[in-house]
């Protein structure tokens, strides 16, 4: 039976559950008319049921299918030839690719060998059986753990406090796991940083101005330097972010401050929407846009009055990622504008401000920590675009400051280097990861400001 399958067929056993808790706690005492002797409502009772019925269920469920395969692959390998097993590992690797491949339907059993055929026959045996006893396992936990609840139903039973207690516990679980996962991707990221770093000094790579990863694989080939200086990349991502900031701060404030203060309500019901809608379009879209509409009119424009403008530029692409960030530090304006209490502003209107003055001395002020945050943000989404950069501002790792050449940035350099098949024990993989924990600690740290720029001055406000 599928785990989709189980699933209804658990999710059918809960809603049972909660109908026969919540009747059982109605029949314990002679129906509606005696709800006062109960400690909790009915439906609590429902929920005290159904959670006992379902928690343990699931519980497995998860535990089952996150160490199902390792073991069911173990037990396999175990079939394989003896001159496989001794081999080592990456030889039984190979192997079991092999098994795979013919357990998905790519290679026929018929044109396998006959151990990898009979692996593949043992694994199936496996699965089924595996199958076969998580079926009767769940259900066994999910009916006994119903049977179970509903025997524990009692009218002096507190079921209300037992099932905010569970969902409390829930919601602990779900947030220590974000917490989990943001610490294993980091402990990850730093692992491999730390054996790039074993390999190249930190210095040339915080300091270097020279980025180019290619090394030579054989001790007689030229031509790959292997040089890992990451300057020039931070120069690029500098230079574009701040750009796109040239553009989206100003226009993505002014619009904020026009819909929150000047606009009509008709206006702004249909005008905010539609700038939002900027928000969903996909950035491979705005690199199209700037590759093929941007990147040549810039060129063109440049050629018209004397400048020398590459056809992949830092400035296409700062001035597109600008337009596409305009609806997130808009938003987000429009919602501290928004915030400020009208008090505040019919003070400056009785002191006889005008709306602008009102606008620029007041509710801007007020409203500063949140857009300072809001901008912060959208820095670091802007930081962490790869997209439009790959396609409008080209791969070149250069050691510039004219906007008008083509340059890289570190997501893009990241990208590059991970595409293909690779492996993570040289140079030129590992560098993806320390810039990956370059990116990581940059944009940490950026969020880490806008939360206390934001914490620091709106004390000071209510």
């Not at 609590?44 to 699931?58: E, I, K, N, S």
């Not at 692409?317 to 987000?332: K, N, R, Y």
């Not at 300072?372 to 510039?400: D, F, H, N, Q």
Request: charged residues 15%.
């Amino acid at each position: 039976m599928s785990a989709s399958v189980l699933l209804l067929i658990l999710m059918g056993l809960m809603v049972a559950g909660y109908l026969i808790g919540r009747l059982r706690s109605l029949a314990m005492v002679g129906g509606a008319r005696g709800l006062r002797r109960l400690q909790s409502l009915p439906h609590y009772y429902g929920l005290y049921t159904a959670l006992w019925c379902g928690l343990p269920a699931l519980l497995v469920l998860v535990l089952w299918g996150a160490f199902q395969e390792p073991v069911l692959v173990q037990l396999a390998q175990r079939t394989a030839p003896v001159e496989v097993q001794e081999a080592g590992a990456v030889q039984m690797d190979l192997y079991m690719n092999d098994v795979r491949n013919v357990l998905s339907g790519s290679v026929a059993a018929a044109q396998a060998s006959p151990g990898v055929a009979a692996t593949a026959e043992r694994y199936r045996q496996l699965h089924g059986a595996a199958r076969l006893a998580l079926t009767v396992l769940l259900l066994c936990l999910a009916i006994g753990g119903l049977l179970w609840a509903r025997a524990r139903i009692d009218p002096q039973r507190r079921a209300r406090v037992a099932v905010e207690n569970t969902f409390q516990y829930l919601l602990l679980a779900c947030s220590m796991l974000a917490v989990f996962i943001t610490l294993g991707i980091f402990l990850s990221v730093v692992y491999e940083s730390v054996q790039f770093f074993r390999a190249v000094s930190p210095l040339e790579f915080l300091f270097g101005t020279n980025w180019s990863p290619q090394t030579a694989i054989r001790a007689d080939q030229v031509g790959s330097s292997g040089s890992f200086g990451a300057v020039p990349l931070f120069l690029g991502t500098a230079m574009i972010t701040g750009i796109a900031m040239l553009v989206a701060v100003p226009l993505g404030l002014f619009a904020a401050i026009y819909l929150a203060e000047y606009a009509g309500a008709k206006f702004r019901a249909w005008a905010k929407p539609m700038l939002e809608v900027l928000a969903g379009i996909p950035t491979v879209v705005y690199g199209f846009f700037a590759a093929l509409t941007m990147g040549p009119a810039l060129r063109n424009l440049g050629a018209t009055i004397g400048l020398d403008v590459a056809a992949e530029s830092a400035l296409a692409a700062g001035l597109v990622m600008g337009i596409m960030i305009i609806p997130f530090i808009s938003s987000l304006a429009d919602d501290m504008i928004t915030a400020v209490p009208q008090s505040l502003r019919d003070g400056a209107y009785a002191l006889g401000a005008t709306r602008s003055e009102a606008i620029r001395q007041v509710v801007l002020r007020a409203a500063l920590p949140g857009i300072v945050g809001g901008v912060l943000l959208a820095i670091s989404r802007a930081i962490g675009e790869t997209m439009i950069v790959v396609m409008a501002a080209g791969l070149a790792a250069k050691m510039t400051a004219n906007p008008f050449d083509a340059v890289t940035t570190v997501t893009v350099q990241i990208v590059t280097l991970l595409t293909g098949d690779q492996e993570f024990d040289g140079p030129k993989t590992l560098a993806a990861f320390a810039l990956g924990l370059m990116l990581f600690l940059l944009t940490l740290a950026l969020n880490v400001l806008a939360l206390r720029v934001v914490r620091k001055y709106r004390e000071q406000y209510e």
